[in-house]
């Protein structure tokens, strides 16, 4: 039996590694407003060289062993971010976004009916892309001066654009919260970790419900500014109908997720048939996809990786963090402590205490849903497996708690003050307040509802049966 990481001070100073990583949290993402997941994985790795130094006399090596076993519990999950980030890349490099705006202008669209739209055109991409802060940087220089000059509320605009960002974030089957609740949730009658196939089909009810009702408070309210004469002149600088035929690889894409259940035989299609459509319409180039420039490699597959880098560095180091924890047998106490107390007597009350857990994480790290659902997530697992939910509505629970309300509070949440820096630098509207953004994210208000909805009334929770086979009634 392997004995226990011992740290000076008691299995409290575990915690230290994470104490310091949330300081590194809210240094960058807050007052820096330096929005970069590799300096988060910078300043978790910091946290673990200094998390050693508290270990007890003779325990250094097991410290350092502990992170070795929980990185490589990562590496599933990092082998899939690389693969995602090339689809992800692709997408934007064809700019997908110049035929929304396109559609818009085609209709006549304008006020509360474009910020709608835009909502929808929003939650398009970031499900292609797979990426929530990608999404908002790519969709608002093209949206937001767009809708400001054809009369939305600049608020509410503001806000369909980060609402779609996060509704993309949460559903698609290559964003990195998605692979992160799938691999964190462990089936207990069979081998393996959740399909990210089945998470996406069966967490699709919970989204499409939130999306609608949310698309709808925005035709009604997104209107209410004033149109501008500069509009058409805007729109004709950034519309190109062309992109709408990436549509089509990206839906296939989908498809093959859902109906195979194997998220790399789908982004392998989607790799293949996007190149393939982006090379004939005229959207790439081949030097779009493998290229040097300046003696560096260039092209959406070395892009690909090269954007996920960040990314990955801070799940392993994340891991590793939780690998400490593990091994100092925290996460067994925390999870002992959740489970032992009257809330998880019922399905009802853990579900309860999961939404509680992993909404208190997301706040703790400022809105950062990769570091919050890869702390959190084996605390979920333990819990859900307890009580016998199935791995997808435990990862369903993880990532839909995780991206709704906690990402509303104005001065936590990274979304919120990115939305707000996205909103500067304009000559005809004025910087949006962290408030104004806050209010105006409806999808994460009403998806925390839904999900509420939910765990109160059982709709759609599932529990394992033989063989993980998902079933309605607990054995």
């Not at 949460?170 to 691999?183: E, K, V, Y």
């Not at 703790?364 to 659902?373: D, I, K, L, Q, R």
């Not at 497996?385 to 991206?403: I, Q």
Request: charged share 10%; glycine share 12%; with cysteine.
């Amino acid at each position: 039996m392997n004995q226990k990481l011992e740290f000076r001070g008691g299995w409290g100073t575990a915690f230290v590694p994470v104490a310091i990583f949330l300081f590194f949290c809210i240094l960058y993402f807050i007052v820096f407003k330096a929005f970069e997941m590799h300096a988060l994985g910078m300043g978790a790795l910091v946290a673990l060289i200094v998390g050693a130094i508290f270990v007890k006399k003779g325990n250094y090596e097991r410290y350092w062993n502990s992170v070795y076993d929980g990185v490589r519990e990562a590496v599933p999950i990092i082998v899939l971010l690389f693969v995602i980030g090339m689809f992800a890349q692709l997408i934007k490099t064809t700019n997908i976004s110049g035929g929304f705006v396109w559609m818009a202008n085609l209709l006549n669209v304008d006020g509360g009916l474009f910020t709608a739209l835009t909502f929808l055109a929003v939650c398009i991409i970031a499900t292609a892309t797979g990426s929530s802060i990608g999404t908002m940087f790519t969709c608002f220089p093209i949206f937001y001066p767009a809708g400001v000059l054809l009369g939305c509320d600049p608020a509410l605009l503001a806000g369909a654009i980060v609402s779609g960002a996060i509704f993309g974030d949460n559903l698609a089957p290559i964003s990195d919260t998605t692979i992160i609740s799938a691999g964190t949730q462990k089936y207990t009658k069979k081998e393996g970790i959740a399909e990210i196939g089945g998470i996406v089909a069966s967490r699709f009810k919970y989204s499409f419900v939130a999306g609608t009702i949310t698309f709808i408070l925005f035709w009604i309210l997104g209107g209410g500014g004033t149109v501008s004469g500069n509009a058409t002149e805007f729109l004709a600088e950034n519309t190109n109908p062309i992109t709408l035929v990436m549509l089509v690889p990206v839906a296939i894409m989908l498809i093959v997720a859902i109906k195979f259940r194997n998220i790399y035989i789908a982004i392998t299609v989607g790799l293949i048939l996007g190149t393939i459509t982006g090379l004939v319409s005229n959207l790439l180039r081949f030097d779009d996809i493998i290229s040097v420039v300046d003696g560096v490699p260039a092209g959406y597959l070395a892009g690909g990786i090269s954007y996920m880098m960040g990314t990955v560095t801070l799940v392993l180091s994340v891991y590793g963090i939780m690998g400490v924890l593990n091994g100092a047998g925290v996460i067994e106490k925390v999870t002992s402590a959740i489970l032992n107390s009257k809330m998880c007597q019922s399905v009802r009350g853990a579900e309860i205490a999961m939404m509680l857990g992993i909404s208190f994480t997301t706040l703790s790290f400022g809105g950062v849903t990769s570091a919050s659902m890869a702390t959190f997530g084996k605390v979920q697992n333990e819990i859900g497996k307890r009580v016998g939910l199935h791995p997808y509505r435990r990862a369903n629970l993880l990532d839909g708690f995780a991206n709704s309300l906690v990402l509303v509070v104005p001065f936590l949440s990274v979304f919120v003050f990115i939305g707000a820096l996205l909103t500067q630098g304009y000559d005809f509207v004025e910087p949006l307040l962290l408030t104004e953004i806050s209010s105006a994210l409806i999808y994460c208000m009403i998806l925390f509802l839904v999900l509420l909805f939910s765990v109160i009334t059982g709709w759609g929770r599932e529990y394992e049966g033989p063989g993980g086979k998902a079933i309605s009634q607990r054995d």
